[in-house]
Nanobody, 123 residues
Framework: VQLQASGGGLVKAGGSLRLACVAS????????LGWFRQAPGKEREFVAM???????YYTDSVKGRFSISRDNVKNTLYLQMNSLKPEDTAVYYC??????????????????WGQGTLVTVSS
């Protein structure tokens, strides 16, 4: 499985971006898919995850602002980011695993990682 993330860029605080992650090599319809991010000088952290059945999970700091979705026909994962803040500045990584786990906030739970896309939010 290969994951290719895109959609990052420079945006002003309060603006929006939509990240996309295209998967190839396997249909990920039954996979759990998500996003992590790593801000400069900080550890990588969980952002959001969507199970194959549709349940979604978010870290508290993005609830109400970010929305994760997937298009199983296009084998693509999305992260709609609204009301962006400077503290959202980070490299965003899409991730995938082939089953559900309660440890979905943990990096090591994911089998596949995309290359990352940089999001910069200016104040």
């Amino acid at each position: 499985v290969q994951l290719q993330a895109s959609g990052g860029g420079l945006v002003k605080a309060g603006g929006s971006l939509r990240l996309a992650c295209v998967a190839s090599g396997r249909n990920l319809e039954y996979y759990s898919l998500g996003w992590f991010r790593q801000a400069p000088g900080k550890e990588r952290e969980f952002v959001a995850m969507r199970r194959s059945g549709g349940s979604t999970y978010y870290t508290d700091s993005v609830k109400g602002r970010f929305s994760i979705s997937r298009d199983n026909v296009k084998n693509t994962l999305y992260l709609q980011m609204n009301s962006l803040k400077p503290e959202d500045t980070a490299v965003y990584y899409c991730v995938a695993r082939d089953s559900w786990t309660v440890a979905y906030r943990t990096e090591s739970s994911y089998h596949y990682w995309g290359q990352g896309t940089l999001v910069t939010v200016s104040s």
